[in-house]
T-cell receptor, first 115, second 111 residues
Framework: KAGVTQTPRYLIKTRGQQVTLSCSPI?????VSWYQQTPGQGLQFLFE???????NKGNFPGRFSGRQFSNSRSEMNVSTLELGDSALYLC??????????????FGPGTRLTVT | GESVGLHLPTLSVQEGDNSIINCAYS??????FIWYKQESGKGPQFIID?????DKRQGQRVTVLLNKTVKHLSLQIAATQPGDSAVYFC??????????FGAGTRLFVKA
């Protein structure tokens, strides 16, 4: 069974631009979560989607948004990029959500650099 | 490893010894806890989880202990191997489909 895939793997953008990152969950998984990882802040939760609905979100500005499609694939978008948005963006999928015995499987991440 | 924290606490152990990685969690309402391992260039990988109504759970070479009184979680790795070298994160979940990660501990295994 293929793992979680994220595209692109690396991305360089300029301040003020916007970016869209894509995540394909493991086949059959309906929950997708997004995280931002930086050396200073560690791993921070962005949002979680299930059946095209956002069920929870973290403390990020409205410039960060996401969506999920009917095939469970998910995208996240960051508008008006700032230097501080440079990070590794990780996507994780699970069968029905984050709970006991419902493991989250992470993708390799998208490394975003904002210049 | 990339973007896993330049100033993480580090635990250095000899190959074959047991490792104990500790974590303090923040929310007394958290009902589910997970340990992840992250190797350089990869996303976190699930190791073991535990529910708040348990105080111990064992896996293959790993044991998680939960002390709710002091909000403390630990991961014990038996017979540590060079392949165990990585950054280890504890995470907590309050049942709201939101997982909060700890800062991480870097484990270095000396051959």
């Amino acid at each position: 069974k293929a793992g979680v895939t994220q595209t692109p793997r690396y991305l360089i953008k300029t301040r003020g631009q916007q970016v869209t990152l894509s995540c394909s969950p493991i086949s059959g998984h309906r929950s997708v979560s997004w995280y931002q990882q930086t050396p200073g802040q560690g791993l921070q939760f962005l949002f979680e989607y299930f059946s095209e609905t956002q069920r929870n979100k973290g403390n990020f500005p409205g410039r960060f948004s996401g969506r999920q499609f009917s095939n469970s694939r998910s995208e996240m978008n960051v508008s008006t990029l700032e230097l501080g948005d440079s990070a590794l963006y990780l996507c994780a999928s699970s069968l029905v959500g984050t709970g006991f015995d419902y493991e989250q499987y992470f993708g390799p991440g998208t490394r975003l650099t904002v210049t | 490893g990339e973007s896993v924290g330049l100033h993480l606490p580090t635990l250095s152990v000899q190959e074959g010894d047991n490792s104990i990685i500790n974590c303090a969690y923040s929310n007394s309402a958290s009902d589910y806890f997970i340990w992840y391992k992250q190797e350089s260039g990869k996303g976190p990988q699930f190791i073991i989880d535990i529910r708040s109504n348990m105080d111990k759970r064992q896996g293959q070479r790993v044991t998680v202990l939960l002390n709710k009184t002091v909000k403390h979680l630990s991961l014990q790795i038996a017979a540590t191997q060079p392949g165990d070298s990585a950054v280890y994160f504890c995470a907590e979940n309050t049942g709201g489909f939101k997982t909060i990660f700890g800062a991480g501990t870097r484990l270095f295994v000396k051959a």
